[in-house]
């Protein structure tokens, strides 16, 4: 058993650090109100080899794993730049690719997610199906060669900067007559497909879109690897996400931290930093506690997954994912606290980390799902729906 | 294609609180997070440049502790090729002559070296000394300071900037340069060039490997001790402004009684 990253694990964390701590929290937050893109941070990231680092090698990529990846997920965050599309386009779109796509697909897309020069959305979510694969009312049915896809999604990230969307739609079985899961990559270019912004309060230059999909004809090769095989594939998006999101969860909670302790050694009152007081100071050692408490089981789970555990991995991740959001809000909430009304001020940017943070309870899936998961899968207890 | 050697150094990161160790005034080490120093990433960078354009290889030199290591890997992984240690806990206290006698044994194990290249100065130790030591006892020429460097084949062009202005130097190969702020950007290690790091060699050597005798360095053989040390006092809290209309035109005369406009 090994519970301290390898050598050059920590040398990407640094190096991550140092590219994100260049741009840092006011360059996110400033192109987050001006409604532009995180481009240059992501184009460079890409050329250095980071957004690609769990792409196989002979695609380009850097031939390591999800902890990889979660690794400069979490640096990014913990530096201020949290970028929502590294959940997705890395993590979810090429893991699937990679691990199910044809060899076409692979040679189509893997290089340019190995330098990040190609960025993937991922459509799951549906208004009257949530994140439930079974409900998912999007279909693509077979005219002559080609894909006719045409359904709804809701709360999808980063479409407007996007190339593709990784499109979970499901498809009529030849034999039963049934639907079932099947996933479609769809350019946002393709006709018929439109997609419209969601308001939100949120400050993030990653924005949230519903998408029309309107009888949007595709090629054959639309479809991601088997037809048979799409159920297995999704879910092997899936934990690589969660993973990914308790990283992305645990930067912000870094982050937020980092902030407060530094406004707690320096702020004084009565001749006092406020971080003297206990009252203020155990909050925040109890925060760092809960974060570092939700890096590890992340950790863990990555490391399950790349050693190919997939169900091990599984249930970690899922565990992961609750406490790293648990974690990010607390710390973010008593981070803000700490700052009392400066904490308010957009200057300081914590409102913005708050609802960061409170993402982590929500998506890609909520706390009581997880719950729910634990519950009946860990705890063989019974189910209520 | 030139045959590259830059020095480097492990120093503590100037972002967190240096200090001296009580016993001896020699730097602590321990209390602070060890960085390799950035002007000597400036140096890797300089090197890795003139490789891309030209060929050669590139290998870093440091002495330094164990822990030195994790220096040479961050060079390596900018990508320099090969790197030479020297660690040997007799050199703890070793003052600067030592250090240039040490780098210059150090350089000889280097076959067919056209060029060294080395930082203007150190963010610990700030002795800006041992390029020009270095050129003295290998004989070579020293082009120092410099915000731009131009080789071929057998000549080496140097703008050289300081604080008295600007001069062009032109000196022939083997020679030694050190690189200012102005020289360049450092690359951030990608991702390929960690994993490639931990594949590349690193020579591992002690003085005795260099042929020198443990009672030529160290502490106790330094030309000169510290006697006292003190931290520097903390900065004398600035000015305040309170605006009445009028804060604008104060600053200004700030400004002014300052000599900065």
């Known amino acids: 058993m090994n519970f301290v990253e390898s050598d050059e694990r920590l040398a990407l964390r640094k190096a991550v650090s140092d590219l994100g701590r260049r741009y840092g929290h006011d360059y996110y937050i400033t192109k987050a109100r001006e409604g532009a893109h995180t481009t240059e941070l992501w184009q460079e990231a890409g050329k250095l080899g980071y957004l690609g680092v769990n792409v196989p090698e002979e695609y380009g990529g850097g031939g390591g794993g999800i902890g990889d990846l979660a690794a400069v997920c979490e640096e990014l965050s913990a530096a201020g730049c949290p970028l929502l599309m590294m959940v997705v386009s890395p993590a979810i779109c090429a893991t699937i690719i990679a691990r199910f796509g044809t060899d076409a697909q692979k040679r189509e897309w893997l290089p340019r997610f190995a330098d990040g020069s190609v960025v993937m959305a991922f459509g799951i979510t549906e208004p009257d199906a949530g994140s439930n694969s079974h409900k998912i009312v999007t279909t693509g049915r077979r005219d002559g060669g080609d894909w006719v896809l045409s359904g709804q999604k809701v709360f999808i990230s980063g479409v407007d900067g996007a190339d593709a969307v990784l499109i979970v739609g499901r498809t009529e079985d030849a034999r039963t007559g049934r639907l079932k899961p099947a996933l479609y990559i769809v350019p946002t270019d393709a006709k018929g497909f439109t997609w419209q912004k969601i308001d939100m309060d949120m400050i993030s230059p990653d924005r949230q879109y519903t998408l029309f999909l309107d009888d949007v004809r595709l090629p054959a090769d639309a479809l991601v690897g088997s037809e048979d095989a799409a159920l297995a594939q999704l879910f092997a998006g899936l934990n690589p996400e969660r993973i990914m999101a308790a990283s992305f969860a645990t930067g912000i909670g870094r982050l937020a931290m980092n902030k407060a302790t530094e406004y707690a050694k320096t702020r004084t009152v009565w001749g006092t930093p406020i971080g003297a007081h206990q009252g203020l100071a155990h909050p925040l050692a109890d925060a760092h506690i809960n974060i570092e408490l939700a890096r590890l089981m992340t950790q863990k789970a990555a490391a399950l997954y790349d050693a190919g555990n997939d169900m091990a991995a599984g249930e970690a991740a899922n565990m992961a994912k609750y406490a790293a959001g648990e974690a990010a809000a607390k710390a973010a909430d008593q981070a803000l606290q700490t700052h009392g009304g400066n904490g308010m001020a957009s200057e300081y940017g914590l409102g913005a980390l708050v609802l960061a943070a409170r993402v982590g309870r929500i998506a890609p899936v909520s706390r009581e799902m997880i719950l729910n998961f634990v519950a009946q899968h860990s705890l063989g207890l019974p189910k209520s729906y | ?261």
Do not use: C, W
């Open chain 2, 1 to 261: 294609m030139p045959n590259i050697v830059v020095l480097v150094k492990q120093v503590p990161d100037t972002y967190s609180e240096r200090k001296l160790a009580s016993a001896d005034h020699t730097l602590d080490r321990a209390s602070a997070d060890a960085v390799l120093d950035e002007i000597n990433e400036r140096a890797v960078e300089e090197a890795l440049q003139i490789k891309e354009a030209q060929g050669g290889e590139v290998t870093v030199l440091t002495v330094g502790p164990e822990r030195a290591t994790d220096a040479i890997r961050k060079a390596l992984s900018m990508g320099a090729d090969k790197a030479v240690h020297v660690s040997d806990e007799s050199l703890h206290g070793a003052d600067i002559i030592q250090t240039a006698k040490v780098l210059a044994k150090a350089i000889g194990t280097v076959e067919g070296y056209d060029l060294i290249i080395a930082g203007n100065e150190s963010t610990d130790g700030v002795g800006g000394a041992i390029p020009a030591m270095l050129a003295e006892l290998l004989g070579l020429p020293q082009l120092t300071h410099a915000r731009k460097v131009e080789i071929d084949g057998t000549s080496v062009k140097v703008e050289r900037e300081t604080d008295a202005g600007r001069t062009f130097l032109e000196a022939a190969l083997p020679a030694v340069i050190s690189v200012g702020e102005k020289i360049n950007d450092p690359r951030y290690p990608s991702f390929k060039g960690i994993m490639a790091a931990k594949k590349k060699p690193v020579t591992t050597l002690t003085i005795a490997d260099l042929g020198i005798d443990a009672s030529e360095v160290g502490l106790a053989n330094a030309a000169s001790q510290v006697l006292e040390s003190a931290p520097k006092p903390p900065r004398a809290a600035g000015q305040q402004i309170t605006d009445e209309g009028d804060g604008g035109s104060k600053i200004a005369e700030y400004l002014v009684s300052q000599k900065l406009i």
